[in-house]
């Protein structure tokens, strides 16, 4: 194709040139890693930076592990401020190399506790297992926490969530930053997040199931290299047309 055009006109090969680096862009962008897209997508985040992604792995008795997540969590509670004397929220990532996990699995619940001994902050993640219809969800979110300007320790609890649905076997994801409302002062950010709470074969994850958010990240390519596509074949086609016009208007003078 680009030696045909060559044979023409210079100005054809510039046009050509340039066809290609705009294609090449943009499909340089489609193929681009899906989990570099957030940070180009999201807006400037407000303090603190994205969480880093934790491997944190809840084993039974006789050591095989039966729950397993690797994700970045950030808390954003709301509290009465000590020294300010009014509620303030405040945002902090949970950092993978200060946070011990550990936790619990039986037939139809799973536990995973995450403790920041440093920073007394205690998160309690519970999953619950439906037999019948063989699907999982996160049923249950607490949070302790004690930082230096609380005026009273902050406790949050809710059990009656239904986040996360996966099915037995299946591991749930979500590279997506995903916001999990927990109580009125406090929600769960979740990024990177990939978790089996049960049916783990062995210490690998099942076969993901990816949330929605993804699924729509992953059409805005998709459509966007499309729509360009089409406008490029129509640029292309409407050159050519003006190419002929104006070859036939240097003829005739
Ligand atoms: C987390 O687990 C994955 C896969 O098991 C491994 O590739 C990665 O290095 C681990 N990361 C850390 C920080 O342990
Ligand atoms: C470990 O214990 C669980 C039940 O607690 C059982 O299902 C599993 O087969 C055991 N695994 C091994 C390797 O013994
Ligand atoms: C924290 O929560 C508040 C209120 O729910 C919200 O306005 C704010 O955008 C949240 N911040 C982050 C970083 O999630
Ligand atoms: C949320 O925080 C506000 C201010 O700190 C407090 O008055 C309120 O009781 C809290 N609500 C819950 C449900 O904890
Ligand atoms: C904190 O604010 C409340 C009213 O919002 C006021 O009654 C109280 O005296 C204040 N306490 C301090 C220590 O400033
Ligand atoms: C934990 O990680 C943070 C950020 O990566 C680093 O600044 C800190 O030194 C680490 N702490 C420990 C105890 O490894
Ligand atoms: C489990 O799933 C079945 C089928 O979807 C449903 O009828 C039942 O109410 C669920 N049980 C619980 C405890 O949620
Ligand atoms: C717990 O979560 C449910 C569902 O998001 C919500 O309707 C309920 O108000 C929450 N309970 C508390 C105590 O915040």
């Not at 807006?43 to 008795?61: Q, S």
Request: proline share 6%.
């Amino acid at each position: 194709m680009t030696q045909q055009h060559s044979r023409k006109q210079p100005l054809s090969i510039a046009f050509i040139a340039l066809l290609a680096v705009t294609l090449h862009q943009s499909f340089a962008a489609t193929d681009a890693p899906p989990t570099a897209a957030p940070q180009t997508t999201a807006p400037p985040p407000a303090p603190p930076a994205r969480p880093e992604r934790g491997n944190y792995t809840v084993t039974n008795g006789n050591g095989t592990a039966c729950l397993m997540a690797r994700m970045g969590l950030q808390l954003n509670v709301s509290f009465s401020s000590a020294s300010l004397n009014k509620t303030v929220l405040e945002v902090v990532n949970l950092q993978p190399n200060l946070t011990k996990s550990s936790g619990s699995c039986d037939l139809d619940s799973a536990t995973l506790l995450l403790k920041d001994d440093e920073r007394a902050t205690s998160l309690t993640l519970v999953f619950s297992l439906n037999a019948t219809s063989s699907k999982y969800h996160l049923s249950g979110v607490t949070l302790l926490a004690a930082w230096p300007d609380m005026h009273v320790p902050f406790s949050a609890s809710n059990r009656s969530l239904d986040y996360l649905r996966g099915t037995l076997g299946r591991s749930y994801m979500c590279r997506e930053e995903q916001t999990l409302a927990v109580t009125v002062n406090f929600s769960l950010n979740t990024f990177q997040l990939q978790v089996q709470p049960f049916g783990l074969k062995g210490d690998q994850f099942g076969a993901a199931e990816e949330c929605q958010l993804d699924e729509d990240d992953m059409l805005i390519p998709i459509i966007v290299g499309a729509a360009l596509a089409g406008l490029v074949l129509v640029v292309l086609v409407a050159y050519l047309i003006g190419r002929k016009r104006s070859h036939a208007g240097y003829q005739t003078i």
